[in-house]
């Protein structure tokens, strides 16, 4: 049973345009809703989280978005840069589980 | 800096080998964890650590175990390699509750099994 869908395997977005990443998730105990970055050959570097009890937080050029009563997280990256081009992956915590739970990855790509 | 070490960032193992992944952590976290990453499948848990000399099993332990001797190392062992363990291995550590903290990841293994 997946708890977890992040259903675009990529997605493609001009410079300085909006980039929305989003996840689905099935688990109503989760608290803690994370999102991470990884660039090829390097381990994932945490980017932006938010708590159940927040619908938005926001750090520079990154917001994520959570709507509870849909079960929807998304990530908007604005402006967008080149350097943005990564895989992201939404990452999924609390309630009773011990690790997170990761969706299964966005390739963003940012053309100049 | 704070820092999760995994010993090798390209490995090449022949078929029936037993290989041993290497991580360290220098932050004092009480939870460690193995996953692996492949293309079209995101990360998947294979072992996870909350304390010394204890393990958990995550969604995909078959054919790996591990080893948490110290707090501050978690090695992950292939018993007898095979090529569909070829994949891309991240260990990562967090202090306390992992949704609240989330993880600090390392590295990664790449590991080809031949």
Redesign the interface.
Known sequence: DQQVK?NS?SLSVQEGRISILNCDYTNSM???F?W?KKYP??????LI?I?SIKDKNEDGRFTVFLNKSAKHLSLHIVPSQPGDSAVY?C????GS????I????TKLSVKP | DVK?TQSS?YLVKRTGEKVFLECVQDMDHE?M?W?RQDP????R?IY?S?DVKMK?K?DIPEGYSVSREKKERFSLILESASTNQTSMY?C?SSPG????H???????T?LTVV
Do not use: C, I
């Not at chain 1, 589980?97 to 997170?100: A, V």
């Not at chain 1, 990761?102 to 990855?105: A, E, R, S, T």
């Not at chain 2, 989330?102 to 990664?108: A, K, L, N």
């Open positions: 992040q395997p989760f608290d803690y994370l991470y050959a390097e381990g994932p570097t945490f989280s708590s992956f990452a999924f915590g609390g589980q011990g690790n997170l990761f969706g299964k990855g | 999760v960032r939870n964890f996953y079209g499948l995101g990360l848990l996870f909350y958990e995550g991240l990562a509750s992992p949704g609240e989330g993880y600090t990841f390392g590295s990664g790449r």
